[in-house]
């Protein structure tokens, strides 16, 4: 149990389907995030919000939509995605959004396009 | 950011204890040091962070140099459970906003 959920964990989607990720967190935290993992790449941060407003973007493409309605809950909704988009998607939750507290990961959403 | 540099890959013994560096020469005064690991299928899970003392906790010790410009994670009796990819990071809220930059961290195999 690591206190932030991801669902689904696996997801194929056609290039002009419209689908969302949801991530939901147990934690009490106040800041959520949004990473990409891409094959043999680093993690790369897309998103941060912090007490439901966003805080960062990171150049992430329009295609690619996040909504967190509350501190527990955090979505990204996908449109019109191309095949680069392929990844693991990682959501993570933590108290303080100032680096000085770790950072709860879930287990991904594994994202194809076909 | 400042960058830490780590060896592409590790290989320890079951039982035995684990040294992983990490470089960070350009660290600045107000960044901490976070370790976190990553198994197979899953994602990134916290180990350990300091800033400029020694940590300990449950999972592992954090021995950080003197000035600050490397440190050392110290799994004290490897696991087969504890084979996965090591990330060091370095996060400083007033420069870098709430991000972690992971790098390629350290592959570290552990043998039976």
């Known amino acids: 149990e690591t206190g932030v959920t991801q669902t689904p964990r696996h997801l194929v989607m056609g290039m002009t389907n419209k689908k969302s990720l949801k991530c939901e967190q147990h934690?009490?935290?106040?800041?959520m995030y949004w990473y990409k993992q891409s094959a043999k790449k680093p993690l790369e941060l897309m998103f941060v919000?912090?007490?439901?407003?966003?805080?960062e973007n990171n150049s992430v493409p329009s295609r690619f939509s996040p909504e967190c309605p509350n501190s527990s809950h955090l979505f990204l909704h996908l449109h019109t995605l191309q095949p680069e988009d392929s990844a693991l998607y990682l959501c993570?939750?933590?108290?303080?959004?100032?680096?000085?507290?770790?950072?709860?990961f879930g287990d991904g959403t594994r994202l194809s396009i076909l | 950011d400042a960058k830490t540099t780590q060896p592409n890959s590790m290989e320890s013994n079951e039982e035995e204890p684990v040294h992983l560096p990490c470089n960070h020469s350009?660290?600045?005064?107000?960044?901490?040091i976070h370790w976190y690991r990553q198994l197979p299928s899953q994602g990134p899970e916290y180990v350990i962070h300091?800033?400029?003392s020694n940590v300990n906790n449950r999972m592992a010790s954090l021995a950080i140099a003197e000035d600050r410009k490397s440190s050392t994670l110290i799994l004290h009796r490897a696991t087969l459970r504890d084979a996965a990819v090591y990330y060091c990071?370095?996060?400083?809220?007033?420069?870098?906003?709430?991000?972690?930059?992971f790098g390629e961290g350290t592959q570290l195999t552990v043998n039976p």
């Open positions: 350009t660290i600045s005064g107000t960044d901490y």
């Open positions: 993570a939750s933590s108290q303080d959004p100032r680096g000085r507290q770790p950072q709860h």
């Open positions: 934690l009490g935290h106040n800041a």
């Open positions: 990071i370095l996060s400083d809220y007033e420069t870098s906003g709430s991000r972690l930059t």
């Open positions: 300091g800033l400029t």
């Open positions: 919000y912090n007490f439901k407003e966003q805080t």
